[in-house]
């Protein structure tokens, strides 16, 4: 290997944006299976036959009509829980895969889970004549996805930042 190569494979090494140094391989292994694990679940509950809060539907309802007579807004929605829980569903799936990426591409994980998300709707409009296809889902699963990629990302951030500050700032241990 000559000079130069062994210079720029040191300054990749000591660079933030290099991934492979924030996460372990055996971190790495661990993300990718929940990741494949939660695309199943998420697969399950997007083209699932019939929509998914149906059988707790009049739980739900209830527990937003108590919070109304408890002092919520009047305007307190079941659709407001339901765009709240499409985001949330979406967070994990920003983050798993923003902790895959190099700290500068976080924002690639929410650019997947708005794909994700067009796809799942677009499936649900095509072929699930039980199902809606909603602009709002689209919306507030992307919205989940970029909230989970941003967390991902500074998690990325901190652990190069952790792992070049225990090596002695040269991204490489010497020992």
């Known amino acids: 290997m000559s000079v130069t190569e062994r210079s720029a494979e040191g300054s990749a090494e000591r660079s933030p944006e290099s991934s492979s140094g924030a996460i372990s391989p055996r971190g790495r292994r661990v993300v990718w299976a929940a990741l ?8 399950a ?22 919070l ?3 002092g919520a807004p009047e305007s307190f929605r079941y659709g407001y829980v339901e765009a709240a829980a499409n985001a949330a ?4 799936l920003g983050f798993l895969v923003a902790l895959l990426l190099r700290p500068s591409r976080w924002w690639l994980a ?15 409009f095509a072929l699930l004549s039980a199902r809606v296809a909603d602009p709002v889902d689209l919306l507030m699963n992307t919205t989940g996805a970029f909230v989970g990629a ?13 792992r070049r500050a225990r ?9």
């Open 89 to 92: 569903v979406f967070v994990p």
């Open 110 to 124: 929410g650019l997947l889970g708005l794909c994700l998300s067009a796809g799942i709707e677009l499936t649900q």
């Open 68 to 70: 109304t007579d408890h």
């Open 36 to 43: 494949v694990l939660y695309l199943v679940v998420l697969g």
């Open 150 to 162: 941003a967390l991902g990302g500074l998690v990325v951030l901190a652990l190069a930042r952790r």
């Open 167 to 175: 090596s002695g700032g040269f991204g490489f241990n010497p020992a």
């Open 45 to 66: 509950i997007g083209l699932w036959l019939t929509s998914v809060d149906d059988p707790v539907r009049s739980q739900v309802q209830d527990l937003v009509d108590w």
